[in-house]
């Protein structure tokens, strides 16, 4: 279970201070899948980066598995993936993964980085170059490194950008798919109807702050809408009128 | 100690893969040529012509290495945002010593091929054998790790790649005029008060002196260093060296990145 207890992040601006998150307690239940949704610049990618220990909130603190997190340092027991990821384009495709599988200290025979690529549908491209992957390719790889050392929390952010409607859909088919396996995935998206397909519970961030955590449906009867879109304007619509 | 080599490894092996390092074995290769070919024009001096011609070629080569692979291809991870997907692997210091430790390597693969191919050409046309240039190597590769780790820090501190080159070219032009600077201000120390004299030889020790790691005549002329000014300044450049590496690990732990 993931914990954020009264996460704030305060930047000093030319004109004050700039809440980019205020005060966020958020719960990540093992083995969910939970969204965290806002429009740009809500917080969710410094939400990300806390977790992450990138960035040092000004107060609050997260817990995971009843354990303090410290900031800046490695966070091995969370599979990660950034927005607008671009792998290394000096190596191929084979190379980046062993690499991030040796960083990760697990085996790295080439059976199982067979298998690794295979699940994000990459094995044909284990030689080609990195440079030479299309941006959706390059983000499945992105996907396949966040998996080495088989962690069982992910965190992602913005994990189907770049990808076509296709890929996009086979992503989602394999994040349901290594969630059946007891994974938890914590992820941030702007495209709702994928949270909608893959959520058990969503978080809404306006603002810097936490509007609504809970189920899709609960969210969707909140707003008596007829899906997340609908729901999601009207939310967003409330808090900055 | 295993995260510094897997990414001092794959450092290494992105810099081979780079057009950057190709370009520079030409420019390099080029600017030998030429050396060989102006020294065609002296007379009796070409041996020593190419060599110093040489050492010139050198440091202009380990200095784009520093900035270009130590220091861009920083920045270029930053900016893929591939540095949080080590960072969540790795700690922060192992990723600085790990990304200094591959730079490194690819200055010393420069500076000995450098060197050999000038003392090849020294031997072929200028008759003389000269070993004593893989000192001029040797210096080569202490001065421009220094250099990698000052830029190491600046890049801690989480300033931009241009002001970080330009504060790199301005560290090494700085401290290659440092003996000359460090002599006339202590001449105007002694002229003022003491506390000049404390606050100049107390920035001596704290700028990079690059001027300890010339050598260039003494190689030209072929001449025997003391053992104690070798191990004096290894000795300096250790010392400085780790400074730097735990000051911009240090920095590191501290940033939002």
Known sequence: MLNTENLTKTYKGREGAIHALDNLNLRVEDGEIFGLLGPNGAGKTTTVKMIMGFMAPTHGEIVFRDKKLAMAEPRPQFGYLPESFKPNPNLTVGEYLSFHNELAGSAVDPEQLDKQLRLVGMDRFKQRRVSDLSKGMGQRLGLAQAFAGDPDFLILDEPTSGLDPIGRSEVIDLLLSVNSQGKTIFFCSHILSEVERLCDRIGILVEGRLQFVGRVEEFLKKWQAENLDEGFRREVKCVTS | ?257
């Open chain 2, 1 to 257: 100690m295993r995260h510094i080599i897997t990414i001092s490894k794959i450092v290494m092996k992105e810099s081979f893969r780079d057009r950057i390092f190709w370009g520079l074995l030409i420019f390099l290769g080029l600017f030998l040529v030429f050396s060989v070919y102006v020294s065609s024009l002296s007379l009796n001096t070409a041996a020593r012509f190419i060599i110093n011609f040489g050492m010139l070629g050198i440091s202009i080569v380990c200095l784009t290495v520093s900035i270009l692979f130590g220091m861009y291809s920083l920045y270029r991870e930053k900016e893929r945002n591939e540095l949080y997907v080590l960072l969540n692997r790795i700690p922060r210091p192992a990723y600085i010593l790990g990304r200094f430790l591959g730079t490194s390597y690819v200055i010393i693969i420069f500076s000995v091929i450098a060197a050999g191919a000038i003392f090849l050409l020294a031997w072929i046309f200028g008759q003389r054998i000269a070993p004593e240039l893989f000192w001029a190597s040797y210096w080569a590769v202490l001065e421009f790790t220094m250099l990698t780790g000052i830029g190491m820090v600046f890049y801690a501190l989480g300033i931009s790649f241009t002001l970080n080159s330009l504060m790199l070219l301005a560290a090494y032009l700085v401290g290659h005029s440092m003996t000359e600077a460090i002599q006339s201000f202590i001449g105007l120390g002694q002229l003022g008060s003491k506390a000049h004299l404390v606050l100049v030889k107390f920035l001596s020790y704290i700028l990079p002196n690059f001027d300890m790691f010339d050598f260039r005549l003494a190689i030209v002329h072929a001449e025997t260093l003391p053992a104690g000014q070798v191990l004096l300044v290894t000795l300096y450049w250790f010392c400085y060296l780790a400074a730097l590496l735990l000051i911009s690990s240090a920095l590191m732990k501290k940033q939002d990145v």
